[in-house]
Each structure stands twice: as C-alpha cells, then as structure tokens.
C-alpha cells in the first residue's frame, strides 16, 4: 500500500502563549495530538505509533532542528521559507500529546504570532506520511508504517476539543477566544446577491458606454 499524506490534530488547541525578555522569542504550549481517539477526520492514532514517532523527534527537536509550517503544504517537506515555528518539546500528560515551540523571527512566524495576540484561533495540526486500516466501525485506525513529519499552525484543525487561550508575560492567564461561528448564505440571500452583482456590473458597463459615445460624439465634431 502507497504512504499517504495524513494531517490531523488536537483541534483549536488551548495554546499559552509566553514571551522571554532575554531573547524576544515568543513560545506557545498546549495540547498537540490524541491517542486512541476518534478525530474529526474518521482516524485515530494508537498511543505506541505516536510514541515511537515522538521519541524519533525528539533528536530532531534537540538539534533545533523540527520546523513547522503556517498552514499545511501539499507534500511532506519541510519549507524553510515558510517555517513559522520550532519546535523545542514534546510530552505525554495522560494519553494527551502535549508540545511547546518557539515562534521564529521569519515572515510566517510574525504572522502566526499577530494572529494569536489578535485572538484568531490558531489550530495545531500533525503532518505524516503512511497508511492504516479501516476498522468495523469505519475508523482509519493509523499503522505501523506511519512517520510524524511535525506539527504545523494552521486554521481547521481536525480533532475536537479545545480553544485557544492567550497567556503572556510570566504565565498571565488573559481572557479566553470565543469560538465564532460563520452563517453561510441561503439560497434566497446568495440568489439576491448574485442579482445585486450582476446590476452592478451592468451598470458600470452601461455608464463606460455611454462615456465613450460621448467622447467619440465630441471627437468627430471637433474634427
């Protein structure tokens, strides 16, 4: 069987935000990853296959060495161009993956650490390659094949649970994100609007035309 890309994460992860005066760097913390739990996305991880994966990190993470990325890219490279954070730790509370990583001082990292201060919830999600098998209740259950890539920032994780939460400045607990909810259009609203842009645009064709008769009217009688 093929490997697959697979992204998956702990949803809107309740992320604590410090910053260190010694260096200006500003880290986040918070819940990463689920064991043996069903995620939005119909597929679970067995608590040995993150295990491993996160013992190998662990080398990569000790060398400053395990970027992640604002937003998933379409393969499973790292990009250094669009790295937006480090990651510096990796742990266990429970069956619960918990990570820490630093924001760099790169294009994507300002953007990702503006979003947070701005109270945009910023989801932490899982890249990986590998396969799996789908179980009797239509679980893609995650198999031994799988390799963790790294966590990236992005804006729809897919694991339940869990909002951001913005701390600062020695742990300071500020207020909570509150989830927002997007109302898409109905059919009667989206008709309308479609019929208010198609009148638009008619109307400012309607008006270049009658711009350009008259330019033209006042060209021929001056000639």
């Not at 893609?140 to 951001?164: C, H, M, R, W």
Request: hydrophobic content about 35%; overall charge neutral.
């Amino acid at each position: 069987m093929d490997n697959i890309l697979f992204c998956d994460s702990s949803g809107y992860a309740e992320l604590q935000l410090t910053e260190n005066s010694e260096n200006g760097r500003t880290r986040f913390r918070g819940r990463f990853q689920e064991a043996d739990a069903e995620n939005k996305n119909k597929r679970k991880y067995p608590y040995a296959i993150l295990e491993s994966n996160r013992k190998r990190l662990m080398e990569a993470i000790k060398g400053r060495a395990c970027l992640g990325e604002l937003d998933h890219p379409n393969d499973s490279i790292i990009h250094f161009e669009k790295a937006s954070h480090l990651i510096t730790n990796l742990w266990w509370e429970g069956k619960t993956l918990y990570g820490e990583a630093e924001i760099l001082l790169t294009p994507s990292g300002k953007i990702l650490e503006n979003l947070i201060k701005s109270g945009v919830r910023v989801g932490i999600s899982s890249r990986g390659v590998g396969n799996g098998t789908t179980n009797a209740d239509g679980i893609l259950v995650i198999g031994e094949s799988y390799k963790l890539i790294t966590f990236d920032a992005v804006a729809d994780p897919s694991t339940f649970n869990a909002y951001q939460e913005i701390v600062a400045n020695n742990d300071k607990k500020h207020e909570s994100i509150v989830k927002k909810e997007i109302i898409p259009e109905t059919s009667d609203e989206k008709l309308q609007n479609e019929s208010i842009n198609n009148f638009n645009q008619r109307a400012t064709v309607a008006y270049l035309g009658q711009v350009i008769r008259n330019y033209t009217s006042k060209f021929i009688r001056e000639v």
